[in-house]
């Protein structure tokens, strides 16, 4: 399962807490920090497993990898299908597959089937369970709940999710000190089956949309697309990514530590996973105060300062104390760095595409925790666990300067969402939903005085039509009538068209508004639909629809 996202700079108070009235919000909420409790003792229970099993401290640090790698293949194609089916039907055939892998992993530890290799398959199967709900689980919020209630319900997730971490890890190392890993494994099992119940018997309504479902190809182009064309989630997704990868030694060779460096066993190994925990909850609850005084930036580089000190306060240490403390601020500088990056894509998505951005994001950051696991455990393993954890401190100071390339922006509104009302032209040909490509002009008359401001205004509409599905975007100007501007651009079918008018918001609806106060002609821009035609023998080139809407 993926860190979840974090908090907007709402304040703790009893509002944030205003999601958990709405009962299917709470109910699925509850049922998934039960199995993330279960979650964070597997976590503990392959970590000293793989530990126990191999000498290897590649193969230690790969047990990290391989439940980030999941998210980070599949989670672009995953995030797709989160916006194109059921987002409930979704989650609970990611919930299937988790059980089910961990139901095989608890037999394989039962047979005594300990290959080290094996055990890292199984926790990709879990891990791909995870990346196929998660996406689905995070854009549902927005389903469940008011709009004006989304930051503090994903405050409710961070808060809940770090709540766990300071007692599953302290949890996982009592039952195996106690009870062994196969009591771990199959207590783990149970608790997969919790949010699999809670989703069969909750259900929520979802505005659906009149248009059909976008094939899998365009949906991921169209999240590509907007995910490029904006600005706050290419500078989140950056920083993201880069913290991820210089952060992750702390959490994937934590084992060598305790093994190596403290000489202790899987309870101290969970009670230091809990000491990370306690701060990360720390955090989250002073999350708000925090944000009253310092900008998203730079709290974006006290996180990376704070995990810099506790990676070399591990490099340094043989107390667990000392290594409780650093934990405990590595942990609060990870859930505040994440708080940071998680909403801020969150609220730069529309919920057209919002499982998607989710998606892409997760990919990404999860990529760069992957390749960091294997970065690290493999410096650790040619060099020293010393060097590792000296290393992952430099990266971070170089994650917190990378802020003057890549600066976090404030946001304090989520983005507003589409007007999903459109009437769509009439034409004078019989069209089918796959009838295209589309072709649109748009004539504008501007006066001499007014070309600079409509120029403006024309780059923003070209940015905003084009992240919503408006391709080969281009502008005009009349040889032989200067005044006489054309807009044009296609849609590959009449689909895509409707489509793209339907993702259109209010703020957009204002710009529109704006360009057609610098129209200086008697009546609208008119507006030409064509489809276009091969210019075969048999073939006529282009047919063409003048469309004159009201003012």
């Known amino acids: 399962m ?36 279960g979650w964070l003792m597997q976590t503990v229970a392959i970590s000293w497993l793989m530990a126990t099993i191999s000498t290897s401290d590649l193969m230690v640090a790969l047990v990290q990898a391989s439940s980030t790698l999941p998210a980070f ?72 709940v008011d709009r004006r209630d989304v930051p503090a319900a994903v405050t409710l997730l961070s808060v809940g999710f770090n709540t766990v971490r300071t ?12 009870f062994g890993l196969l009591a771990a494994f199959t207590v783990t099992t149970l608790t997969y089956l919790v949010p699999l119940a809670t989703i069969w018997r909750c259900k929520w309504k979802v505005r659906s949309s009149p248009l059909p479902r976008e094939s899998m190809r365009t949906a991921i182009y169209d999240g ?45 190994y969970g009670t ?5 925990g306690t701060g990360a909850v720390f955090a989250g609850l002073s999350n708000s105060l925090f944000r009253r005084s310092l900008s998203q930036e730079q709290l974006m580089r006290l996180s990376c300062v704070a995990c810099a000190a506790c990676s070399l306060s591990l490099a340094l240490t043989s107390s667990i104390g000392v290594a409780a403390i650093a934990l405990a601020l590595g942990g609060a500088g990870w859930v505040t760095a994440w708080s940071g990056v998680g909403v801020s ?52 100071l ?15 509104e989520s983005e507003p969402d589409p007007l999903e009302e459109f009437d769509a032209p009439a034409v004078a040909l019989s069209l089918k939903p796959r009838s295209g490509p589309i072709v649109v002009k748009i004539e504008y008359l501007i006066a001499e005085r007014n070309v600079e401001a409509f120029l403006d205004l024309m780059r923003q509409r070209r940015h905003v039509h084009s992240r919503v599905g408006a391709r080969n975007w281009t502008l005009q100007r009349n040889l032989q009538n200067p005044m006489q501007w054309t807009e ?64």
Request: proline residues 5%; contains cysteine.
């Open 398 to 412: 170089l994650v917190a300067a990378a802020g003057v390339l890549f600066p976090l922006r404030e946001r304090r």
């Open 167 to 178: 007692v599953g890890p302290a949890l996982g190392g009592i039952v195996v000190a106690s």
């Open 272 to 276: 230091l996973m809990a000491g990370f």
């Open 345 to 396: 894509v969150q609220l730069a998505s529309p919920r057209w595409v919002v499982g998607r951005t989710i998606s892409i994001y997760y990919a990404l950051i999860d990529g760069g925790i992957a390749a960091g696991s294997w970065v690290w455990g493999t410096v650790s393993q040619n060099h020293s666990l010393t060097w590792a954890l000296e290393g992952s401190a430099a990266a971070l």
């Open 73 to 144: 293949i599949l989670s672009v194609f995953l995030g797709a299908i989160a916006d194109n089916f059921s987002r409930r039907r979704v989650m609970f055939a990611g919930w299937c597959l988790m059980a089910a892998a961990s139901a095989m992993l608890t037999a394989v530890v039962a047979l005594g089937f300990l290959d080290p290799w094996m055990i890292l398959g199984f926790s990709f199967l879990i891990a791909c369970g995870g990346a196929l709900n998660d996406p689905a689980w995070q854009a549902s919020v927005g389903d469940m």
């Open 488 to 551: 044009t651009f296609r849609t590959p079918t009449w689909t895509d068209y409707l489509r793209l008018n339907h993702r259109l918001t209010e703020v957009d609806k204002e710009l529109d508004k704006r360009v057609l106060l610098l129209h200086a002609g008697e009546f609208p821009p008119q507006i030409t639909l064509s489809i276009g035609r091969p210019t075969g023998p048999n073939r006529k080139s282009e047919q063409s629809v003048p469309y004159f809407p009201r003012r």
């Open 224 to 268: 590509l697309r907007f995910t490029a064309m904006s600005s706050e989630i290419k500078a989140a997704i950056a920083r993201g990514t880069l913290f991820g990868l210089a952060s992750i030694a702390i959490l994937a060779l934590l084992p060598l530590v305790v093994r190596d460096q403290l000489g202790g066993g899987p309870l101290a």
């Open 2 to 37: 993926g860190e979840v996202a974090g908090a907007d700079a709402d304040v703790i108070s009893p509002a944030t807490f205003a999601p958990l009235k709405n009962r299917t919000f709470r109910s699925i909420w509850l049922a998934t920090q039960f199995s993330s409790l």
